[in-house]
């Protein structure tokens, strides 16, 4: 299988398998939710559509793939193993993705709250081209790989150095998105960094979970912004960590602001809570202290467009580090 026929079958996958014409994939999206109760099906036509658009689009993938001239254009005998996240439907189809364009094969271990929809794009992609069958193996314990692509949690990722660190890799940890507001947004602006905060709930790394505000702002037009997502307070797992972290500021005595159902608390931290959104000040004219190990993007007027975090381009690599340039050098 050369690299165009690489292309061919991911282009299909976009074009043919991963759209509400498809009845197998409208009944894998009710499955999914039912296996995994934060993945709402509107979250995961969400996440569909950013994959279908941003990266499997035909000029896309050769324009993508053409910027490696070190790609194989057959198939290499290199395994690499992948550890998937699991925080947003298919999250992990990006890795999947690079691993096969590259070549190689993918050994891959899912996330348990992702193996439906995960499942469908593999099973899928071994129909439209056979070949793919001996370069997808799914395992539970990733052994005998020549590299490994890993994500999850710091704990994790201490796991992941210890087992994966002899070895080549890229190794994720933790992360999350923050927005520097200046005061001057419109309430449209404003309508775009709500969903750059609440899609998927707000459990992606670059959703953000923290907003940089000038002194004196007025956070009216916000929660007004925010309320179009007050419908969140409807699912029972979304409503329980509200009423827990309702309950811990109450106590606290901490001040908040509530846009029907979702929390807004200074708090210096850029990790928030699921249903939570922290916020800081900062004196206008400075630039707000950000660690950047903690922060995978940045939202703002001089930053990212407001309502861009969830739909990166096939080269806006996680963490800024490029997985095709790792995986085409690999030998």
Request: net charge negative.
């Amino acid at each position: 299988m050369n690299i165009q026929a690489r292309i061919d079958a991911f282009f299909t996958l976009g074009d043919k398998y991963l759209t509400d014409t498809n009845q197998s994939f409208l009944d894998t999206k009710w499955k999914a939710h039912n296996q995994n109760a934060w993945f709402l099906p509107e979250f995961i036509d969400q996440s569909a559509k950013q994959i279908v658009e941003q990266f499997l689009q035909k000029e896309n993938l050769a324009s993508w793939a053409n910027l490696y001239p070190n790609i194989s254009n057959i198939n290499t005998n290199i395994k690499v193993g992948i550890v998937m996240a699991g925080n947003i439907p298919m999250v992990g189809f990006h890795d999947l993705l690079s691993v096969l364009i590259a070549g190689h094969s993918a050994i891959v271990k899912l996330s348990s709250k992702d193996t439906v929809l995960m499942q469908f794009v593999m099973d899928s992609l071994i129909e439209i081209n056979p070949e793919f069958e001996s370069l997808i193996i799914v395992q539970e314990q990733l052994k005998h790989c020549d590299a490994y692509i890993a994500t999850g949690s710091n704990n994790a990722g201490q796991f992941f150095d210890q087992y994966f660190g002899k070895y080549p890799n890229i190794i994720r940890k933790n992360k999350t998105s923050v927005a520097i507001l200046d005061g001057t947004e419109s309430q449209d602006e404003l309508a775009l960094l709500a969903d750059d905060m609440m899609l998927y709930f707000g459990m992606g790394c670059r959703n953000v979970t923290q907003v940089w505000v000038p002194t004196g702002y007025d956070f009216i037009p916000l929660l007004s912004a925010l309320k179009k997502y007050s419908y969140l307070a409807d699912q029972h797992k979304f409503k329980h960590n509200y009423d827990y972290q309702l309950a811990l500021l109450m106590m606290n005595r901490q001040f908040y602001m509530d846009a029907d159902g979702i929390l807004m608390s200074e708090n210096p931290s850029p990790f928030a809570a699921i249903s939570q959104i922290h916020y800081q000040y900062y004196e206008p004219g400075t630039i707000p202290a950000l660690n950047p190990t903690d922060i995978q993007c940045i939202v703002g007027k001089n930053a990212l467009p407001f309502g861009s975090l969830q739909k990166p381009s096939i080269s806006q690599y996680a963490d800024g580090v490029d997985t095709l340039a790792f995986l085409s050098n690999l030998t």
